[in-house]
């Protein structure tokens, strides 16, 4: 992917992932790549639940999605595809920590490379982590709070 900041209109499921990195990283909204709103319940994130969220989602969810600033939290439930359905929420977490990253998985044969497996998650600290070629940061979304989404739009 090029790197044009500013050009064109967002592609909501594509992330550059450079700047998906970025934004996760600093805690970035994902959209202006200004500073992700922040208040006493913690950053704001649109979160939806996922196959491998735990029971007690969202409390514990692992999440791609980086935060968003108000405005562009607002813009985006209006006008993201995927934000049309009824299951996500909209919430603050206190403890958004950087959990690894998302990717494909690869292995060394005789021959070289090759791919061994498409869209793995794995955590830091994980020994498979070596062989995978990530195109996104995961976070874990602790001490979370439901946000009702009046208070957002």
Known sequence: ???SPGVGRPIYNSMHPARQHLCMTYMKCQHCGLPASRNQDGWLFLDWRKPW???????????EMPPLCERHARMAIERCP???????VVLRARTPKLWGVFGTAYELTVDGWRTQAVD?????????????LASRTVRELRAVAVVDLREVL
Do not use: I
């Not at 995927?82 to 996500?88: K, N, P």
């Open 1 to 3: 992917m090029t790197h």
């Open 53 to 63: 969220d735990p029971p007690t989602w969202p409390e514990g969810s692992l999440t």
């Open 82 to 88: 995927h934000l049309s359905r009824e299951d996500f």
């Open 120 to 132: 793995v998650m794995r955590p830091y600290g994980d020994e498979g982590l070596k062989a995978v």
